[in-house]
């Protein structure tokens, strides 16, 4: 139950195309399902994050979409750049305590 | 610098030593977090404090292994007896835990370990 299934593991898409990558969970205990971006060496950042009472998250070019009932949700990364070529994680938690974390997804955007 | 800070960054030792990782959190975070991650996954789930109290271990966290946080702001990872197995990145988060909370854990740079 404390699982985060990420897809897909890896992600080629051309600059300027929409990146898309999912995420299910199975604790419903689950309150905040942030995602992270990692770049090789370095430590993951945080990029952006949502809680189960809203639907969808924006910031710039990166979007969460949230769906309670199917309990999944997903990263849209808009007009992705050579720049965003980086591992993403999706991530669970609740109450502030452990953060459980999905596969990652090695995304490359060609220019 | 406002961030997490970790030290060493690398380490380099050989099977059977004792190795200890340091980690400075942002400052006012009252809660701190070990993750380790293996290539090609992603973080696993060590211990956390919250202030100076260990308040979860995982079960990855043997009896080799030990976490302090003496005085509720920095806090060190010792490795005793290393394995070839303990190779990994070890990464350390920081949050803010009360009225102001957002749940968000900001993460050091990792101290990377291979074990000869």
């Known amino acids: 139950q404390q699982q985060v299934k990420q897809s897909p593991q890896s992600l080629i898409v051309q600059k300027g195309g929409i990146s898309i990558i999912n995420c299910a969970y199975e604790n419903t205990a689950f309150d905040y399902f942030p995602w992270y971006q990692q770049f090789p060496g370095k430590g993951p950042a945080l990029l952006i994050a949502i809680r189960p009472d809203v639907s969808e998250k924006k910031e710039g070019r990166f979007t969460i979409s949230f769906n309670k009932s199917a309990k999944q949700f997903s990263l849209h990364i808009m007009d992705s750049q050579p720049g965003d070529s980086a591992t993403y994680f999706c991530?669970?938690?609740?109450?502030?305590?452990?953060?459980?974390f999905g596969e990652g997804t090695q995304l490359t955007v060609n220019p | 610098d406002t961030g997490v800070s970790q030290n060493p960054r690398h380490k380099i030792t050989k099977r059977g030593q004792n190795v200890t990782f340091r980690c400075d959190p942002i400052?006012?975070?009252?809660?701190l977090y070990w993750y380790r991650q293996t290539l090609g996954q992603g973080p696993e789930f060590l211990t956390y404090f919250q202030n100076e109290a260990q308040l979860e271990k995982s079960r990855l966290l043997s009896d080799r292994f030990s976490a302090e946080r003496p005085k509720g702001s920095f806090s060190t990872l010792e490795i005793q007896r290393t394995e070839q197995g303990d190779s990994a990145m070890y990464l350390c988060?920081?949050?803010?835990?009360?009225?102001?909370?957002?749940?968000?854990?900001?993460f050091g740079p990792g101290t990377r370990l291979t074990v000869l």
């Open positions: 991530a669970a938690s609740y109450s502030g305590s452990r953060l459980t």
């Open positions: 988060a920081s949050s803010l835990e009360g009225l102001l909370s957002t749940d968000t854990q900001y």
């Open positions: 400052s006012e975070h009252n809660r």
